[in-house]
Nanobody
Framework: QVQLVESGGGLVQAGGSLRLSCAAS????????MGWFRQAVGKEREFVAAISWNSGRTYYADSVKDRFTISRDNAKNTVYLQMNSLKSEDTAVYYCAADVTPRGLLSRRSLTYDYWGQGTQVTVSS
């Protein structure tokens, strides 16, 4: 079992920044990939970013590329999502997710991920 707890969401003006954190527990964090997804009201959950077990590879959705940065600190069992130049369309509940396949391939597909956090709300006002 893996437990994931997100934090760092909130209300921010357009053009501002937020950093989300996701603390993991329950398995060897450094063995598995992590992802961030988001779901806006009335929309399906969508991929945002993912990072491999050793930070050697990262993926981003086109809509956030060059604005968001995913990173991880394996010593702290935490993955981060730095969000800059926020836009109103970034408003959503953000979820972190873990793919516990040991050193598995990085994926943008939500079905690949085994465990999910409870989500943290990000609201960007225009």
């Amino acid at each position: 079992q893996v437990q994931l707890v997100e934090s760092g969401g909130g209300l921010v003006q357009a053009g501002g920044s937020l950093r989300l954190s996701c603390a993991a527990s329950g398995r060897t964090f450094s063995d598995y990939a992590m992802g961030w997804f988001r779901q806006a009201v009335g929309k399906e959950r969508e991929f945002v970013a993912a990072i491999s077990w050793n930070s050697g590879r990262t993926y981003y959705a086109d809509s956030v590329k060059d604005r968001f940065t995913i990173s991880r600190d394996n010593a702290k069992n935490t993955v981060y999502l730095q969000m800059n130049s926020l836009k109103s369309e970034d408003t959503a509940v953000y979820y972190c997710a873990a793919d516990v396949t040991p050193r598995g391939l990085l994926s943008r597909r939500s079905l690949t991920y085994d465990y999910w956090g409870q989500g943290t709300q990000v609201t960007v006002s225009s």
